[in-house]
């Protein structure tokens, strides 16, 4: 096992040291494959983070409770200094990552950049949490926190947060360490995932008056649609919708039997996400349609815990923190739903999913320090 042959990825707890240490971690993180398709280098990657934490049990007198939930073959490890399933603050990452090339899972280190895949989505994250344990446990500080690693976050976590909610593992604040530049992400999109299935009958294509066209009925309503809905051009905080899947017809001289496309849209509130429902069982009123409708995450920037983050950096860097709103989703939204405030707060990377992933290795430093720094009195 990585740590059992040398126990140098316990540092000092010197600033860079705990830099040196993180870039470590993050890389090994990396040599990781944890897609979706390979649940063998998911398991390894899983038993090398439950055997990081078990290590700081034996070394430390820890006291930790580890626990590994498998559901349909995804390993999550949760970790308490506490007996509870609802502690203070619940610190998430997911180690799976998306596809990449082989190059890609073995990390470069250039400069202040960490290059591979994962890197900012989101090993850096993973580490900078495992190692935010390993000070506090070396410290003797047992807050009133846990760690939540999950390993299907690229395929919706379908199969691991929501099912830990299920458990009971709330908190009263939730982090993911996304990466999301240092900002405090409170803010997300909501999704509506819209399948049509819309019925023709074929006929020959010289004759369309004998059929009905199934083609000619989508784009009609799909126009409706693009009416109200337009897309920003730019990175705005606004609505948007992407027709992702459309399949039809098999032959050019023959009105197809049936269509079936799928639409992805993204709503910046609940009033508008309703509205938007409203308005889609409107205009497919003549279809089968089928929705799936996911809730954004809004936080009140008021919060006492999102103030208490946003302290801590101020503390730290002596910059004031920065809010954002994420156009994508994460794992914030389970607990949003639970009305618990849920934010992103991770280090600055860029190139996420891309084929020159990388992350800060100061901004890892910085958001783990502010992390340290709010946790300890946790
Ligand atoms: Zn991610």
């Not at 998911?42 to 409770?65: H, M, P, R, T, V």
């Not at 240092?182 to 006929?203: F, H, L, Q, R, S």
């Not at 693009?226 to 039809?248: D, G, Q, S, W, Y």
Request: aromatic share 8%.
């Amino acid at each position: 096992m990585f740590f059992k042959k040398n126990n140098s990825h316990f540092s000092d707890g010197s600033s860079a040291m705990v830099q040196e240490e993180l870039v470590k971690l993050t890389k090994k993180l990396i040599t990781y494959e944890t897609i979706a398709d390979k649940p063998a280098e998911l398991k390894k990657c899983a038993d090398f983070i439950e055997d990081y934490f078990k290590s700081l049990n034996k070394k430390y007198a820890a006291g930790l409770q580890i626990i590994r939930i498998v559901n349909n073959n995804k390993p999550s490890i949760i970790v308490t200094f506490h007996t509870t399933k609802n502690p203070i603050l619940f610190l998430n990452g997911h180690f799976d990552v998306v596809h990449g090339d082989k190059a890609q899972f073995d990390p470069l280190q250039k400069e202040d950049k960490i290059i591979g895949r994962g890197a900012a989505d989101m090993k850096a994250g993973v580490a900078i949490i495992m190692q935010l344990f390993l000070e506090l446990c070396k410290k003797g500080i047992k807050p009133n926190i846990g760690a939540m690693l999950v390993s299907d976050e690229e395929k919706g976590s379908y199969d691991t947060t929501p099912h830990i909610v299920k458990k009971g593992y709330l908190p009263k604040f939730f982090i993911t360490t996304e990466s999301s530049d240092e900002n405090i992400g409170y803010a997300a999109k909501g999704v509506i995932g819209v399948t049509v299935n819309i019925k023709g009958k074929p006929c020959h294509a010289s004759m369309p008056w004998l059929g009905k066209d199934p083609v000619e009925m989508f784009l009609q309503d799909y126009a409706k649609l693009r009416k109200k809905i337009k897309n920003p051009v730019r990175p705005e905080f606004k609505r948007t919708m992407c027709l992702t899947v459309i399949k039809a017809g098999d032959s050019s001289n023959r009105i197809a039997d049936s269509l079936f496309a799928k639409i992805n849209i993204r709503t910046t509130s609940d009033s508008e996400q309703k509205k938007t429902v409203r308005l889609i069982r409107e205009v497919f009123k003549d279809h089968e349609v089928n929705l799936t409708v996911e809730s954004g995450v809004n936080n009140y920037r008021e919060n006492p815990y999102l103030k208490e983050l946003a302290e801590s950096y101020q503390k730290v860097t002596g910059k004031r923190m920065q809010y954002m709103k994420d156009h994508g989703a994460s794992d914030a939204r389970f607990f949003a739903r639970k009305k618990i405030p849920a934010v992103t707060f991770g280090p600055h990377g860029r190139d996420l999913h891309g084929t020159n992933e990388w992350v800060s290795i100061s901004s890892m430093k910085t958001v783990y320090d502010v992390l340290y720094s709010m946790t300890r009195k946790m």
